[in-house]
């Protein structure tokens, strides 16, 4: 496996041929020198740029290296400078995005089942015209990658803008006539791109690796999910791209992350030194934000990758890079504990993007956010991924199964593993019956049906409120909650529960649903008081929620869901692997050193605040006294130590439960759990 450097800056350099003087101002030395002490130990640089203009000195197409470039050696002479100082330098150049070519080859270009031209129009500004990869366009990518390899020297290559797209070009349509699909249909033109970009992924790294076998590559999509797996030989490590101002937010890295690093390559997260996203120029992050984002990358097992973007002067930014240094020697000082680092975990969380292909699936960043506040130890898996390893797993509301899935957790909980089910998850595809053996429930026979013919319950239909009920917990699932009716906003999916199954909740009937004939105040109608179903069912081994919990949870967080959700998890697991008497702002992660025999804990304390319209802000440290940490070690204990700083802690060790209390935890703490 690439083992990545902990230190990375993606720089940008998208130059306008507007622009004079291009590359005036650099100065190779001062360049690497300002690198090397802001600690960096990777930089990407730019061959070419969405522009469609090239850095470098090329010989094959002089047309296109940027008209204003003062010095043709500019990538040449970063690479060089870099290498002097022991930084690598990987190669950027721009795939579906380039602007140069857009305009000149419009045949070239992705056309929409409309027939309209993909992208930015003529007369907007911006480079997001989308070309297709399966035109002749793919011979000049060719002809570009391999001039690359001939003149310079290349550590490894991140083609960015390789992403899925609708086209009818002709030859996409030529291209499905021959595969047997049906142009026509949607679905045919999206399983048909998918085949296409697997390809172009494969052959292109085929092609370097024959001329360059240990160039790194990676293809650059803005995320990192089960679409991978086809190609995943393509890649040789996974960049996850994530900036939380830049659109991504908060809650995308941890769940690209915890998927991703189970895949078996190493992986780098981004995000930038910008305050907002890539292009904002002049533009400085707060710098606890950038601690909060680079810890929590060492956190959850990424190398560290800071997007900047070169002024066209080509003058390194010295401000920029004391900012980053600031953080960067203190990732440094951390990385002993980071190296070859494993998550521990003990949930296995199935991802709802298998099934929608969103960036954030819904159901999936609501259990994520859900699991992290309780300082769950978890992974984000999908339907093909080994499910041995963990104690429980979780579908989350809309994880539908093939017989063969079903089959594979069927047996999972007959050999002792535990399941929660939620909502319409554990369906079979057409969703007309539970795939589960297991699981104790049945869907009732003719249920509500909304407007489009499906069931109403499980999922949101029309307005928010139109459709609800409440659930009213019974004892042992109540724990934490008045013993009384919670309102759900989203109805729970019909189903009976088996005759020996227990029932943990009720679901209560609201008086009607709110339509113009009838509806009551501002929201929706309240509680009937009459119990007409299941709301959560134990079966042994399993336990399954009639309601969306985790879809209600992503859209506006009541706390009853949660804690539902958490007491289901101790009925089925007891204590869990860490838990702390901290706020539910903490971050916690357990990892482990295994050639080090021992584990490193992560304790975060950073708050992210919606303090604009548009972004969530972290300006300060919030530091915590007196926390509380409990862990089950497999083990006996030979020291408890915070780290780096080598600062002994007291512990106590009873029945495998390591205890040991923190004075402070002032931003980010790891403690070194060594083992006798
Ligand atoms: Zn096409």
């Not at 004079?20 to 101002?25: D, F, N, S, T």
């Not at 697997?198 to 052959?203: G, I, N, T, Y």
């Not at 040789?236 to 994530?242: G, I, K, V, Y």
């Not at 996203?277 to 990358?297: P, Q, V």
Request: net charge negative.
């Amino acid at each position: 496996m690439t083992e990545l450097p902990f230190r990375q800056i993606h720089l940008d350099f998208h130059t306008s041929e507007h622009i004079p003087l291009v590359g005036a101002e650099f100065d190779a030395e001062e360049f690497a020198r300002t690198l090397d002490e802001a600690r960096v130990n990777s930089i990407t640089c730019f061959a070419r740029c969405h522009h469609g203009l090239m850095y470098y000195n090329s010989k094959r197409f002089p047309e296109r290296i940027h008209p204003n470039l003062v010095n043709r050696n500019l990538l040449l002479e970063q690479i060089e400078a870099c290498h002097k100082h022991g930084i690598r330098v990987p190669i950027y150049t721009t795939i579906q995005w380039d602007y140069y070519t857009a305009v000149r080859h419009p045949e070239w270009r992705v056309i929409g089942p409309d027939g309209q031209l993909s992208g930015t129009k003529p007369y907007e500004a911006g480079f997001y015209q989308d070309l297709c990869v399966n035109t002749p366009y793919r011979d000049f990518i060719w002809a570009h990658v391999e001039e690359m390899l001939e003149m310079l020297p290349v550590d490894g290559f991140f083609f960015d803008i390789v992403k899925p797209y609708d086209c009818s070009c002709r030859y996409c349509q030529q291209g499905m006539k021959e595969a047997g699909l049906d142009p026509t249909k949607e679905a045919d033109r999206l399983a048909y791109n998918k085949l296409v970009l697997d390809k172009f992924r494969l052959e292109l790294s085929e092609f370097v690796r024959e001329r360059n076998p240990d160039a790194t590559i990676f293809y650059n999509a803005g995320h990192i999910g089960p679409f991978v797996r086809e190609s995943k030989d393509a890649y040789s490590h996974f960049e996850l791209e994530s900036l939380p101002s830049g659109g991504w937010g908060y809650m995308h890295f941890p769940l690209t992350a915890r998927y991703a690093r189970n895949l078996g390559l190493d992986c780098v997260s981004h995000t930038g030194k910008f305050h907002t996203s890539w292009g904002d120029f002049h533009s400085f992050k707060n710098k606890a934000a950038l601690e909060f984002e680079c810890f929590r990358m060492l956190a959850l097992n990424c190398k560290c990758e800071i997007g900047d973007q070169l002024h066209p002067s080509g003058k390194i930014d010295k401000y920029v890079y004391e900012l980053i240094g600031s953080v960067y020697s203190q990732v440094e000082k951390k990385e002993p504990w980071c190296r070859g680092a494993k998550a521990v975990s003990e949930i296995g969380l199935l991802t709802t993007e298998e099934f929608t292909g969103e960036r954030v699936p819904v159901a999936t960043a609501g259990a994520v956010q859900m699991l992290q506040e309780a300082g769950h130890q978890f992974e984000v898996l999908d339907t093909r991924s080994s499910f041995d390893a963990y104690r429980l797993l979780i579908l989350p509301d809309g994880v539908r199964l093939t017989e063969a899935a079903a089959a594979k957790l069927d047996e999972y909980v007959a050999a002792g593993g535990k399941l929660i089910v939620t909502g319409l998850s554990g369906l079979n595809p057409e969703g007309t019956e539970s795939a589960l053996k297991s699981l104790g429930v049945r869907l009732k026979d003719n249920p509500q049906l909304a407007d489009d013919g499906l069931p109403v319950g499980g999922r949101q239909v029309g307005d928010f409120l139109q459709y609800v009920d409440y659930i009213l917990p019974r004892e042992a699932i109540g724990k934490g909650l008045p013993p009384t009716e919670h309102a759900m906003y989203i109805k729970a999916v019909e189903i009976e529960a088996a005759p020996d199954a227990e029932v943990l909740a009720d679901v209560v009937a609201s008086y009607f649903d709110r339509t113009w004939e009838h509806f009551c105040s501002h929201r929706q109608t309240p509680s009937s008081g009459k119990v007409v179903q299941p709301a959560v069912v134990r079966n042994g081994n399993t336990i399954y929620f009639a309601h969306p919990i985790f879809t209600l949870y992503h859209k506006n967080a009541p706390r009853w869901c949660k804690q539902l959700l958490l007491n289901a998890i101790e009925l089925l697991i007891g204590q869990p692997l860490l838990s702390h008497n901290g706020p539910t702002t903490v971050f916690a992660t357990v990892n482990e050193q295994p050639d080090a025999n021992r584990w490193v804990v992560h304790l975060l304390h950073y708050i992210p605040e919606r303090r604009s319209q548009e972004i969530d802000i972290i300006e300060d440290v919030i530091p915590l006294y007196n926390l509380e940490v409990a862990v089950k070690v497999p083990a006996e204990v030979k020291s408890v130590t915070c780290v780096p700083e080598m600062r002994p802690l007291e512990f106590e060790l009873l029945d495998g439960t390591l205890r040991f209390t923190l004075d402070k935890v002032h931003g980010h703490q790891m403690i070194e759990i060594a083992f006798a």
